[in-house]
């Protein structure tokens, strides 16, 4: 199937919940998501191995926020924003972005991000998107020393040209150091 032959793009995502230490499935969580007008051709592109997307990595991030998702979002509704205190200066980062795994199974991408016990430990996640950006780009989200003002943390497409592939909501997990969070994100073609 080349990309000229893609006609519907369907998105599902699947929320597992486990016990940190058993690794026991505690709840699971699965629902269409919305694939967004970008990432229609990205996840087309990637389907078809498109090498443009070499120099670019994929990457997953969790939200607080209880919205509904559209074909043009650009960002979480509600992004993780932290911050910190040095020499008197408040910096926010956003740390809990992933990147993700990728598999193929025939006409379907499986994109999956786990977050760790120790990982998002205290918020109740609601949201998540999948993303493409350079490395370099998500990285200085994170870094805790490079943004004074929250602002620009609220916007991954301004901020470092990222580009929004999907976006789902879902009934919230409260993240806690006894649990294991996967999200999965697939995507199919036909």
Known sequence: MSIKEIR????????????????????????DNVVTDVGRALAAEAYARYPGLISQGWFMDIGTGVCDPTAQDQDLCSPIIESTTKDS???????????VDITQQ???????ARWMPEEANGFSICEEILFVA????????????????????????????ARVAQHASFSCVSKTSSILLDIYVTITFT
């Not at 486990?18 to 699965?30: L, Y």
């Not at 025939?106 to 999956?112: D, G, L, Q, S």
């Open 89 to 99: 200066t408040t910096y926010y980062f956003r740390r809990w972005i992933k990147g």
């Open 106 to 112: 025939n006409n379907t991408v499986i994109f999956h």
């Open 8 to 31: 519907n793009v369907k998105g599902r995502v699947k929320v597992v919940v486990r016990d940190a230490k058993t690794g026991e499935v505690i709840r699971v969580i699965e629902k």
């Open 134 to 161: 350079s490395s370099a780009g998500v990285a200085s989200l994170a870094n805790q020393s490079a943004w004074t003002s929250p602002d620009p943390l609220k916007n991954i497409t301004q901020t470092i040209g």
